[in-house]
């Protein structure tokens, strides 16, 4: 009769350890995402030797106190006031007990070493990747490609095509994570850090800054786009010059906290105002920022780094919008001559 609950006992922790693995392995659950990249791929499996082996030891010390527990419980008529059986030290069992979890540490600890070259993808620099710089702002992602072309919080990349990312801040840390990708890595202002990876899937990947950098961080996501080496080189040599440009640059920057037409939101309404359509009074505002006591919103220096065909192309788009460069209509207005 005393087999039962102790079956009960270990079915039940069965039962919980396989709904876990499944809570872990779905969609959106605790578990790497699907990896697209080699590096990748190593933290997926990392992960996973890790994980069984956390969860066996957890199995068995919580099964072994489940089963002391039953086999040691308290009898029915035993008084309260008796006391249990006296059991002293046994050195063997303690020596195992120590030795048993070191060796296992010791293993995680070795194959994770071993696991690192493959996980930071080294070998890379020497396959002529393709280098892009990364500037993180707050709170946007501007990235540089050799031939100068600019992409804001969207990365363009060719399947199969080792790559290097240069990564800087130019404001706070922030750090650029894309699950699929592989491991993030922090942005520092006046550091560069390197990450390298190989997509080897076309698709559409999301990512987002995983340091928090200030208010608006949760807005600072970043999607990468990887493509056919045909469609990348297309993208890339019809952007070196301002194309989109503009429209990229408020949409990812002045949008964020202005609403996309200006009308608003964690920052002040700024459509029609005339700063937007003078380009130095513009381009001070976006290097210094607005931080001043006779102002109640502050505004980070967002534009610090821009080349001088990204500010243009900011005020193009804002010119060419009537939305942004037309003040409102003041609020019972009704229109007419007077």
């Not at 872990?24 to 994980?51: F, K, R």
């Not at 009074?281 to 290097?287: K, M, Q, W």
Request: hydrophobic letters at 40%.
């Amino acid at each position: 009769m005393r087999v039962k609950p102790i079956a009960a006992v270990l079915l039940a922790l069965i039962l919980a350890l396989a709904g876990v693995s499944s809570a872990l392995a779905a969609p959106g659950g605790l578990g790497p995402v699907t990896p697209q990249t080699p590096s990748g791929e190593a933290i997926n499996h990392l992960y996973w030797v890790v994980a069984t082996i956390c969860a066996v030891v957890f199995v068995l010390v919580e099964t072994t106190l489940v089963l002391f527990i039953i086999r040691y419980r308290r009898r029915s008529g035993t008084p309260e006031t008796a006391e249990g059986p006296q059991i002293h030290g046994n050195t063997r069992i303690e020596v195992l007990w120590t030795l048993i979890p070191a060796i296992i540490l010791a293993g995680i600890a070795v194959y994770t070493l071993t696991r690192i070259p493959a996980v930071q993808a080294r070998g890379v620099e020497n396959d002529n990747p393709l280098v892009v710089k990364v500037e993180a702002h707050q709170f946007y992602w501007e990235y540089v490609y050799p031939n100068g072309a600019i992409s804001v919080d969207n990365l363009y990349l060719p399947v199969d095509k080792p790559v290097e990312l240069q990564l800087t801040a130019l404001d706070v840390i922030h750090s650029w994570w894309v699950p699929a990708l592989g491991g993030k890595l922090d942005a520092i202002p006046g550091r560069t850090n390197d990450l390298r990876f190989v997509p080897e899937q076309v698709g559409a990947y999301d990512g987002k800054c995983a340091e928090l950098c200030g208010i608006q961080h949760a807005v600072m996501g970043t999607t990468v786009q990887v493509m056919k080496p045909s469609e990348y080189q297309s993208w890339v040599d019809s952007h070196s010059g301002t194309q989109d440009l503009g429209k990229a640059t408020w949409e990812g920057v002045c949008a964020k906290c202005h609403g996309l037409s200006g009308e608003g939101d964690i920052g002040p309404a700024i459509a029609g105002n005339s700063t937007l359509t003078n380009p130095e009074a513009l381009r001070t505002l976006l290097l210094n920022g607005q931080n001043t006591p006779q102002f109640d919103s502050y505004m980070p220096p967002v534009g610090v780094g821009w080349p001088d065909r990204q500010f243009q192309a900011l005020i193009d788009y804002v010119k060419s919008s009537k939305t942004l460069s037309t003040a409102p209509a003041p609020t019972g207005t009704t229109g007419g001559g007077g």
